[in-house]
Each structure stands twice: as structure tokens, then as C-alpha cells.
């Protein structure tokens, strides 16, 4: 039998309460099918830890990961540690530490979900972003001269190198030609003179490669827009650190809300372990009273299923999903339900259980 090894890191806020539904889920699925099972281990660290140690994981932590084969990440940050700490001595850290250059963000409304538009159909609302996630806006480059003086002065650098902007944008195209879909590119060239210019002349140099790939381009400013107005003309999609990651949360907002937006952050190579998480927060305000929506981190567990090659599987748990959504009978408030996070996960799993003959069940 096959072990995946999966490093659980539930962090602070509802991050534990949203992961342990995602896990009992994976562990019911993994109980389908006799080849391969879930191996968890627990790591305490985050906010609470660094509370004790004045550090946000172990100063080996990366060590004691690499040997996973996978990550599995509630979220980090709660107040009393600036978020600039909690963000980068431990998410930023294992993305870079990990080279998991590919975020990848469905912003695809499933069925029974609802989105903030008016008058757009479901099938409209289905792309995939595909974030730059090691460099660009989030390199960590700068400096703070003078701090505190009257004449102070803060710099913070965008490093877009040759390697990864070439790299994202190839993995782009060959998702987008994988799936038979357009390309369009995010940036913002008219302003950043340098680094989106930069950008810019990359896609269009890789796009020579894929005549068979439609493509399009858009300034950050107008696809916000568009995306509200016309968010069919959108399918995959391929945008900078930062403009992934303010445009995923509109995302989220148009299909089915920030408790149901998942995200996986890949090593393509695989070189070394990739990590999955909701794109949410630890949700300080919610935290501890059992109501956050355990959907995103269910979700991000079927995209793990999807990366370990159990696609079958995979679409499995993002059916139950639907189905739930589609019933409207078990959601969380967020969602205007009044369900707790584990009454929804129970449902997930009692759906998955009525797909599979009771015979080949044996957990
Ligand atoms: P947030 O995503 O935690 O919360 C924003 C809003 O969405 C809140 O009203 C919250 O109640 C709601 N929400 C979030 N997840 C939900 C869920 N599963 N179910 C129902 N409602 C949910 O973002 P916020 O408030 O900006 O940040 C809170 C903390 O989380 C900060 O410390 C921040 O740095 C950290 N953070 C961590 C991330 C990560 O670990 N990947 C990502 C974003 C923020
Ligand atoms: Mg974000």
C-alpha cells in the first residue's frame, strides 16, 4: 500500500478547526481505495508558538519538512503578532523555501454556489489562476533608511527574473493548451515601465511557442473590472504575486464567497513537497465558535488528491461539494446557513459514502 506523507500545519484562528474536517475527509476517501493511504503529522507551529518561542515554526522547520510529500495548511496570523511576521517567518517561507512558483486558484462558481454578479450564468464564471508565487512584488527585496527620522525612506523592490517569469507563463501555456482553453495575461506595463514591461514581452515571446493557444492581455485595472462585467471572456489566466492575489479574493467574491476559495502551491518539478490551503485567513472574528466554512480546505484537499494523480477521486470530493451547495440544507453562516463546520464536513463525507459501493468502503 501506498503512504502519502502529508505535514499538517492547521496554524491559528479557525485554520485548526477547517483543517480537521479536510483531513477526516481525505482519510475517508484514502478508505475507498486499498492502494494508498494518508499519513498526518502534526506540526504546532504558528502564532501560539511563536508566542512561547519567539519564533513562528522550528529553526529546522524547513528540514524537517522536506522529507513530506505533501503539505496541508490551515491558515496564519492572529492578533498580538504583526501579520508581516506570521506571513513570512512561515507561509512565504515554505513557498520559497519549496520553490512552489505555481499558485493555482480555481475562481470557478460551482453549482449551487452563489456569486455576488447579477445576470451571469454559472458557466461563466469558471477560470483558473495561475499566480506567480516565488518573486515579482513578494521578493522581500527593499530597505528602511533612516527609520523613524523625519527624512526616512522605504523601499520595496520587485524582482521579476528571466527564470520565473519564463517559467510561470510556460506553465500557463501548457495548462491552458492541456485543457483546450484561452490564455490571458494580467499585468501592468502602462505604469510599471520596468518589470511589467518586462513581463509583457516574455508572454508574448513564450506565446509564440503555443500558435494553438488563444491569448489575450489586460491591464490589473481593467480586468478587475472586466471580471465583475464580462467574466466568461476570462479562462485560464496568468497574473504577478500581487495581482493574483488581490484578484483571487474578487475572484472568491464572484464564485460562492471566501469560504469555499481554495489554492494549491506547487513545485512543479516536484522537487520538493507542495503545499494546499483554503486562500482564506484565520479568521480572528469567528475564530473558536465552530461556524467557519470548512468548504475552501475541502476543496484544496481534492486539488491534493488531483496532484498525487487520484483526479478520480479528486472530482469525487469537489462533486460532493456541489451536491451540498446544490442541497442548500448544510451551510455554514457565511453561506447563510446556520450548519456548523462539522456538520458540513459530515454531510461532504455522507455524500461521498452514497457514491461508493458500501462493499469497497473500509473505514
Ligand atoms: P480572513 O480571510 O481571515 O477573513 C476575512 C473575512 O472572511 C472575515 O470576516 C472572516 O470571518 C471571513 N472568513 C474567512 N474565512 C472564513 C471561513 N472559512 N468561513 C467563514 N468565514 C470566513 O482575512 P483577514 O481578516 O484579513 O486576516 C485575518 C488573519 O489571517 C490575519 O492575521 C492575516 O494576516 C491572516 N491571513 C492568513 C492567510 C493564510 O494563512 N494563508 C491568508 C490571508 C490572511
Ligand atoms: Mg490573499
Known amino acids: 500500500m501506498k503512504i502519502l506523507k502529508i505535514a499538517v500545519i492547521a496554524g491559528d484562528g479557525v485554520g485548526p478547526e477547517v483543517i480537521n474536517e479536510g483531513i477526516n475527509v481525505l482519510n475517508k476517501v484514502a478508505g475507498i481505495d486499498s492502494s494508498f493511504k494518508f499519513e498526518f503529522t502534526y506540526f504546532p507551529w504558528g502564532c501560539e508558538f511563536y508566542s512561547k518561542h519567539g519564533k513562528m515554526m522550528d529553526d529546522d522547520g524547513i528540514e524537517q519538512l522536506k522529507e513530506f510529500d505533501a503539505i496541508y495548511l490551515g491558515a496564519v496570523g492572529f492578533p498580538g503578532v504583526p501579520d508581516h511576521i506570521s506571513l513570512w517567518d512561515l507561509l512565504l517561507k515554505i513557498r520559497k523555501s519549496f520553490d512552489q512558483y505555481v499558485n493555482i486558484r480555481p475562481v470557478t462558481l460551482l453549482k449551487g454556489a452563489k456569486t455576488a454578479l447579477n445576470d451571469v450564468k454559472r458557466e461563466d464564471i469558471n477560470m483558473l489562476f495561475i499566480r506567480e508565487n516565488s518573486e515579482g512584488e513578494y521578493s522581500g527585496a527593499g530597505d528602511w533608511l533612516f527609520k523613524g527620522q523625519e527624512h526616512e525612506v522605504v523601499l520595496q523592490n520587485s524582482v521579476f527574473s528571466r527564470k520565473g517569469t519564463e517559467r510561470i507563463i510556460r506553465y500557463a501555456f501548457e495548462t491552458a493548451k492541456k485543457e483546450g482553453r484561452s490564455l490571458t495575461s494580467i499585468s501592468k506595463g502602462n505604469a510599471l515601465n520596468y518589470s511589467m514591461v518586462f513581463w509583457d514581452q ?43 492575489d488581490i484578484l483571487t479574493d474578487l475572484g472568491a467574491a464572484i464564485a460562492g464567497g471566501i469560504g469555499l476559495a481554495a489554492g494549491a502551491n506547487i513545485n512543479p518539478e516536484r522537487d520538493y513537497p507542495s503545499m494546499f490551503e483554503p486562500i482564506h485567513g484565520s479568521a480572528p472574528d469567528i475564530a473558536g465558535r465552530g461556524i467557519a466554512n470548512p ?25 460532493a461539494i456541489e451536491q451540498l451547495l446544490t442541497e442548500g440544507q448544510v451551510l455554514t453562516p457565511d453561506m447563510n446557513g446556520t450548519a456548523s463546520t462539522s456538520e458540513v464536513a459530515d454531510r461532504i463525507i455522507e455524500i461521498i459514502e452514497s457514491t461508493v459501493p458500501s462493499n469497497t468502503l473500509n473505514v
Open 295 to 319: 468548504l475552501a480546505t475541502i476543496w484544496s484537499a481534492s486539488q491534493m488528491l488531483d496532484f498525487f494523480g487520484y483526479e478520480v477521486y479528486g472530482k469525487m470530493v469537489l462533486d
Open 202 to 244: 516574455v508572454f508574448e515571446e513564450v506565446s509564440a511557442e503555443y500558435p494553438e493557444v488563444k491569448t489575450a492581455s489586460y491591464l490589473v485595472d481593467a480586468a478587475a473590472m472586466l471580471m465583475i462585467k464580462d467574466p466568461k471572456r476570462f479562462e485560464v489566466v496568468v497574473t504577478s504575486n500581487l495581482f493574483g
